[in-house]
């Protein structure tokens, strides 16, 4: 094939890709899909090969792609143009969680399945044992929602009246969750007419040939950087949780170790046994997170296909692990353990490359639910929202504040959608200064916000972690702060909340305060510029008690200028007391 019919056709499908993503946002009802943007697209060969991605969240690409090869396997020659099957069992498909839900539809050209499209989108209820559906209270798999195998959710592009009904009768916002679905199988229905357009263009035998030579391009140009790395074993970096949920004293752990041999690597992963609570994590996210973490790393122009898997071993822990939990672990908490995977992958990855890999985010944001009636509209009301910590500090920058780890790619929700459509009013949202691990480069900060229930009453979850175990920096850099979250601050009835909150009842005017952890710190602290620090304080990203205790900078309370002999003074004391 010719380098422009190849780059020609591959940007088609992946601009195809994009347009699912646009249209999913104009179509969606819920704010998770609206603001949030939980959600992801992907293009498969009729192989059930990644082809493509959309743009949102890299997270739900594991999870997609062994849905597509579970519907491959299921309904092999018994699926028609039109058709559409809905899936979101973790365990029967390895999806993330119950309320992401994926809808798969083939694509048929001339008679021949041609490719699938799949996508993920989350839903702000699908049932479960509080509003909201994810309880940090779960103790298992079916106090998380409604579990739906591989089904048809159209036949022959007639909707499947059962499923339906079924999908209605266990939610309590039909509306918005079947609004939602029925976004994600009518924007795979635009897909189908887009692919159809490019086979009958191209043909189809030279958009699969283009597909399977991208897929080789990004596995050959991945081999050779890896083997210019130095081969060995790198780790074991570990990393904890603050606890399950269910046994608030215990911390579960989470370890990474590496190995280089060749053009391939070949990770090691370990965890303490699976939580009764539900912060365990299914084998394909842990497999996402770490093929994302090599692409960016190491193939940060590449797309992402097929191609990026084929030179990424994992061993897995044995079944009834953290990392391999056994049917029925309950598992809606799986991002706190799949962020905990990033942070030690991420490490394991600066013994590698040092100068190339970031410290660690945050590993510490969380999704708050919040449901109730609305005075508004006399019906009720639920919503997901989800925020991130401190991204990590870079090798030659700062981190980017209020934005964790990079798998994580979600968009916060803004104060103005979430005040129009629910009974909230944002009395904060602002950086959290000192949050950010110090370095040479500085963590970003976390962020605070704060939620000023209006209604008479409301439920609300809080899942999120990072409470008692911080971010570590890296190189000699300072870890972060923790995060902390509080009912009522500055009022008589003031008590802190903990990490994993369920099914909290709320009357007007109480408010939930909640500071997400900030990201560590890239070096030494003391090689920082002080002219950086100074800026720092004059921002408000940090206090003039950090920047002499972290930084080792002395500035002037009332202008907050320079002393440099003073600063060379603290400096030079504190590496000698090192």
Same mark, same amino acid.
């Given at each position: ?21 646009? &249209? ?51 309904? &092999? ?21 119950? #309320?992401? @839900? ?5 694509? *048929?050209?001339?008679?021949?399945? %041609? ?10 209820? *699908? ?5 909201? #559906? ?42 918005? #969750? ?30 699969? %040939? ?21 081969? +060995? ?33 070949? *990770? ?30 190491? +193939?940060?122009?590449?797309?992402? &296909?097929?191609?990026?898997?084929? @030179? ?22 799986? @991002? ?7 942070? @030690? ?155 994993? #909150? ?49 930084? +080792? ?26």
């Amino acid at each position: 094939m010719n380098a422009i019919d190849l780059e020609v056709i591959y940007q088609s499908t992946q601009q195809i890709a994009r347009e699912l993503t646009v &249209n999913m946002m104009r179509t969606g009802y819920s704010n998770v899909i609206k603001e949030s943007q939980d959600f992801t697209f992907c293009i498969f060969d009729p192989q059930a090969r990644l082809v493509a991605q959309g743009i949102p969240q890299p997270l739900h690409i594991g999870p997609i792609s062994a849905q597509v090869r579970e519907v491959h396997r299921v309904y &092999n020659g018994r699926l028609s143009p039109g058709d559409a099957i809905i899936v979101n069992h973790p365990y029967r498909a390895c999806q993330n969680h119950a #309320t992401d @839900v994926t809808v798969i539809s083939p694509v *048929f050209h001339e008679g021949k399945l %041609a490719a699938y499209i799949g996508n993920t989108a989350h839903k702000p209820d *699908f049932g479960g044992m509080v509003p909201g #559906t994810n309880s940090p209270a779960a103790t298992d798999l079916f106090q998380e929602g409604l579990l739906l195998p591989p089904v048809r959710l159209f036949i022959a592009g007639e909707l499947n009246q059962d499923v339906y009904e079924i999908i209605c009768a266990n939610t309590r916002t039909p509306e918005v #969750t079947w609004g939602d679905v029925n976004a994600q199988a009518q924007t795979n229905v635009y897909g189908v007419q887009k692919f159809t357009a490019l086979f009958r263009k191209h043909g189809l035998g030279k958009v699969h %040939a283009c597909w399977s030579r991208w897929m080789d391009i990004c596995e050959a140009e991945l081999r050779k950087e890896i083997a210019k790395l130095p081969p +060995g074993i790198y780790g074991p970096e570990t990393d904890y949780l603050d606890d399950d949920g269910a046994g608030r004293d215990k911390p579960f752990r989470i370890s990474c170790s590496l190995e280089i041999k060749g053009d391939e690597f070949n *990770f090691i992963l370990d965890s303490d046994p699976q939580a009764i609570g539900p912060l365990n994590l299914r084998p394909c996210v842990s497999r996402t997170v770490l093929e994302c973490w090599v692409k960016m790393a190491f +193939g940060p122009n590449l797309p992402v &296909n097929d191609g990026m898997a084929r @030179v990424v071993k994992i061993t897995f822990p044995p079944e009834g692990s953290l990392l391999n939990p056994k049917y029925p672990a309950p598992v809606n908490m799986y @991002v706190r353990a799949g962020q905990m995977v990033a942070s @030690v992958c991420c490490r394991v990855l600066g013994q590698v490359a040092p100068h190339m890999i970031p410290a660690p985010g945050s590993s510490g944001s969380g999704g708050l639910t919040g449901s109730g009636h609305n005075p508004r509209t006399g019906r009720w009301s639920s919503f997901h929202e989800i925020y991130n910590g401190g991204g990590g500090a870079r090798p030659h920058a700062d981190g980017v504040s209020a934005q964790d780890d990079l798998v994580i790619n979600v968009m916060n929700t803004p104060v103005e959608a979430l005040e129009t459509e629910f009974p909230i009013r944002i009395d904060r949202y602002e950086l959290v200064p000192d949050s950010a691990g110090a370095g040479k480069y500085r963590g970003g900060l976390g962020s605070l916000r704060e939620w000023h229930v209006l209604g008479e009453e409301m439920l609300f979850n809080l899942r999120t972690d990072r409470f008692k175990f911080s971010s570590p920096g890296a190189l000699g850099a300072t870890p972060a702060q923790p995060g902390a979250a509080v009912l009522n601050p500055g009022k008589p009835q003031e008590r802190p909340l903990h990490s994993k #909150t369920a099914a909290l009842r709320l009357q007007a005017d109480d408010v939930i305060s909640w500071k997400l952890a900030g990201g560590g710190g890239w070096g030494d602290p003391h090689e920082r510029d002080p002219e950086r620090v100074r800026q720092d304080v004059v921002c408000g990203y940090i206090t003039l008690a950090a920047a002499a205790r972290d930084y +080792g900078v002395v500035l002037d309370p009332r202008t907050h200028e320079l002393d440099l002999a003073q600063t060379a003074r603290l400096r030079a004391a504190k590496e000698v007391a090192a």
